[in-house]
């Protein structure tokens, strides 16, 4: 039986998914960002404490003969949650090795073992640029993530999205300017954070049993209902009466990432205050990504600023990151996508008799050496059954090897578009198919 959470596309679909990775990744390495891939697992108590709720999904990892030393919590082991916690590690230890600013992109699985439900799962893939600095990180890369994220969701067939943006000073500054305790500002974020989910009506009850007296609650909700495409949302939020210094200086950042956009990207970011992000390590810009008309299932890419989260006690090094949930993504275009095939196949090599198998093996080969990706029929069955061999598979084109002639001259062999039925004499050390049949290509229903 299917093990719920832990999706397994089936090949037409894993052509899809093996899509949106290439394009993602390229646009990725035409930013500059650099490929890592970091280990499947953390101890446990260093993913503890960065993820809120995520405390509570973590899956342990151990040995089933592990003895009671292994089992030990200061030796326990997780897999990661998300792919922050474990790249901030990585650069604590490497950080002699790596050339400041680090850009990296990350594309890996993760694991969460929440209740799954509409595009979340317990596995999943996930997409990660960061820019890491030493020390201190200037207020532009904040710009620059989402303008990354813009250039590869226009590659592909996702229809429209809109990027909203927040900074975490904003409402953090708010709260302490309402009288919330420190202790409060984290607790408050997390339960603001689920207003799309779950509507303002739930999300008043909660803060009012954290703690939040009525009108305390209607200021929190005032600060998240407030959006604009520019910086007159700070104008908004002064008129709220509320002030602070962290407030100040989140609007002032906010502000300047805002008009920053303005000029590079008219339109491209949305300033939602609303928008809280529940994980604790998040210091700065917060970001999230919802497709236009499908905003109640919530976002599918984000990530925000982070001071804090890579220290060893002596240096600092600050990022930002950006993360695309590739799986949830797909989980919802699925449907509306389809592949021109299933197999990465160009060219079904028939086969007249098995004795000629070496032979069409040896076209193959040669097909192969030029990039044309290939495959041999699997048996020598009547070439009507073998064309529809490949017609079920999506391969274009059918190759048939030339008989010997009685003359002596070179055989000639001949490939059938199986598409338009034309077929022609063709060379294995010559013949091209038309470029946009090399590869796999995905398009909207």
């Known amino acids: 039986m299917p093990m719920s959470g832990f999706p397994e596309w089936l090949p037409e679909q894993r052509a899809v998914e093996a899509h949106f990775l290439d394009v993602i990744r390229t646009t990725f390495e035409r930013h500059g960002f650099v490929g890592i891939e970091t280990r499947a697992v953390e101890p446990v108590e260093r993913l503890l404490g960065k993820g809120g709720d995520a405390d509570k999904e973590i899956y342990g990892v151990s040995r089933l003969a592990a003895d009671a030393d292994e089992r030990d919590a200061e ?172 407030l100040e200086e989140g609007l002032q950042a906010l502000s300047a990432v805002m008009d920053a956009a303005a000029e590079h990207a008219p339109g491209l970011l949305l300033a939602d205050l609303k928008v809280a ?85 040896r076209i193959a080969a040669a097909l192969r050496e030029r990039g044309i990706a290939c495959e041999v029929a699997p048996s020598a069955a009547k070439f009507g059954k073998q064309i529809k061999f490949a017609d079920r598979r999506g391969i274009p084109f059918v190759w048939f090897p030339g008989s010997p002639r009685d003359d002596g001259a070179p055989e000639l062999d001949q490939v059938k578009d199986i598409r338009s039925g034309e077929q022609v004499d063709a060379d294995a050390a010559t013949w091209t198919p038309p470029a946009e049949d090399l590869r796999i290509a995905v398009t909207a229903v």
């Not at 969460?112 to 020390?135: K, L, T, W």
């Not at 002596?314 to 996508?337: F, Q």
């Open 277 to 361: 992000r529940g994980l604790d390590y998040y210091t700065g810009t917060v970001y999230e990504t919802q497709l236009v008309g499908e905003e109640s299932y919530g976002s599918i890419c984000s990530g925000g600023r982070y001071d804090a989260l890579a220290s060893d006690g002596r240096n600092t090094y600050p990022g930002v990151g950006i993360s695309i949930g590739v799986s949830r993504l797909l989980a919802k275009l699925m449907p509306t996508l389809t592949a021109t095939r299933m197999s990465p196949s160009v060219v079904l090599v028939a086969l007249a008799n098995e004795e000629e198998r070496p032979r069409s093996m």
């Open 75 to 246: 030796t326990a082991l997780g897999l990661h949650f998300d792919l922050t916690v474990p790249f901030a590690r990585y650069v604590l230890e490497n950080s002699g090795k790596l050339q400041f600013p680090f850009r990296r992109y990350q594309i890996q699985k993760v694991w969460r073992g929440e209740r799954p439900q509409d595009g979340r799962f317990r596995e999943f893939v996930q997409a990660d640029i960061d820019i890491v600095d030493a020390g201190t990180l200037p207020f532009h890369y904040e710009v620059e993530l989402p303008l990354v994220i813009a250039d590869a969701f226009a590659a592909l067939p996702i229809g429209p999205f809109r990027i909203q943006v927040n900074n975490r000073k904003i409402p953090e500054g708010f709260y302490l300017g309402l009288g919330l305790a420190p202790e409060q500002v984290a607790p408050v974020l997390r339960i603001v954070d689920k207003l799309d989910k779950v509507g303002p009506q739930a999300v008043t009850e909660m803060l009012v049993e954290a703690g939040l007296d009525a009108e305390q609650a209607g200021l929190c909700l005032a600060l998240a209902e407030i959006n604009a495409p520019d910086s007159s949302f700070a104008d908004r939020v002064r008129a709220l009466g509320i002030s602070h210094e962290v």
